[in-house]
């Protein structure tokens, strides 16, 4: 294994903007992997941080060490929710606190779920999207998470060239992953239910069809459950089943037959299929997440969003101000 250090020393942007950090305490919930224990450990000396676990699968217990060693302690949720300010993903702290009572949010949500959760609660609050900035919205997902993917498949090790893929969601996350695995030799079908992205599909070179004769099939819908047995009782035998998304999008059926780690393999229907991390998005329970390079840029933006929340009144949730994009695209290329 790299250590964490390594990965500490390429966030050269979030090591320069962490310093201006102007929120006195702040409770991170996001996926704990080793970037964002960067991130975290480098707030921590400038502000009261508090990090919590989203959830097992996404967080590295490398990562937890690393910090605990620096003297930052990984929290429940439930124990950081009164911290004044989130820096949330998928409004996994958000739904927390609410659920538990809490009255106001000032919170930077870093993906589109969390986005539209945010929108349908009732509950006074100051929050920015950074999904439908550049940055995050096409950088990071288009261009950035599809090497999560890579990753995670690499680390089956299997000979990717040549294989059946089928891409389910041709929104930013699916057409970056589609995009890649086409570059490495894959052939890639892709489907989505709206038929201007099966148009664009389309244009982009793409077969567009909902055909499961696939050797992989990989979710990227954002939709729970959106793989379940209609969906299983058409993969071919062998076939390799994971997600992309922020939600759990593959439904098992049948019985678990073996148990490999991160793979697990099922019997349905006379016929074998594999999942990848308990149907949890591959790219963080499996893989690394996405490149630093591109981490960097996004956990910084959210740093200066949260300097914007601390200054300025509002109500609601809003995009990424345009100038805290002009600062981090400054900064990038003076790193040229």
Not at 274 to 289: D, K, R
Request: glycine letters at 8%; hydrophobic letters at 40%.
């Amino acid at each position: 294994m790299i250590s964490v250090d390594w990965y500490h020393e390429k966030m050269k942007l979030v090591r320069r903007f962490a310093r201006d950090i102007e929120v006195e305490e702040l409770a991170v919930c996001i996926p704990l992997e080793y970037k964002s224990a960067s991130l975290i450990y480098e707030l921590s000396k400038y502000t009261s941080i508090y990090p919590a676990k989203l959830d097992d699968l996404s967080t590295k217990p490398e990562a937890v060490e690393w910090l605990k060693e620096r003297g930052v302690e990984v929290r429940r949720k439930r124990e950081v929710i009164d911290a004044e300010y989130y820096l949330d993903c998928a409004a996994v702290l958000s739904r927390v606190a609410v659920k538990s009572g809490k009255k106001e949010l000032k919170v930077v949500e870093l993906t589109k779920t969390g986005e539209d959760y945010l929108k349908r609660i009732d509950v006074k609050m100051k929050a920015i999207s950074l999904d439908s900035s550049t940055l995050k919205g096409v950088g990071e997902n288009v261009f950035g998470t599809p090497f999560g993917l890579l990753d995670a498949l690499l680390r089956l090790n299997i000979f990717l060239p040549g294989k059946r893929v089928l891409v389910l969601g041709f929104g930013r996350v699916g057409r970056g992953c589609a995009r890649l695995l086409k570059a490495i030799g894959c052939s890639v079908t892709v489907w989505d239910s709206d038929e201007k992205r099966q148009i664009e599909a389309i244009y982009e070179g793409f077969r567009v069809e909902r055909d499961f004769n696939a050797d992989i099939v990989v979710t990227c819908t954002g939709v729970e459950g959106v793989v379940g047995e209609s969906e299983i009782e058409k993969v071919p035998n062998g076939a390799i089943l994971l997600n992309m998304g922020a939600e759990r999008e593959i439904k098992t059926v049948g019985e678990q037959v073996k148990d490999y780690g991160m793979v697990r393999k099922y019997e349905f229907g006379g016929k074998e299929y594999f999942v990848i991390a308990e149907g949890y998005a591959a790219n963080l329970a499996l893989a690394s997440g996405t490149p630093i390079e591109v981490m960097d840029r996004t956990f910084s933006a959210a740093i200066l969003a949260l300097n914007y929340l601390h200054r300025n009144d509002f109500e609601g949730i809003i995009p990424l101000p345009d100038h805290i994009e002009s600062t981090i695209l400054a900064a990038i290329m003076m790193q040229k």
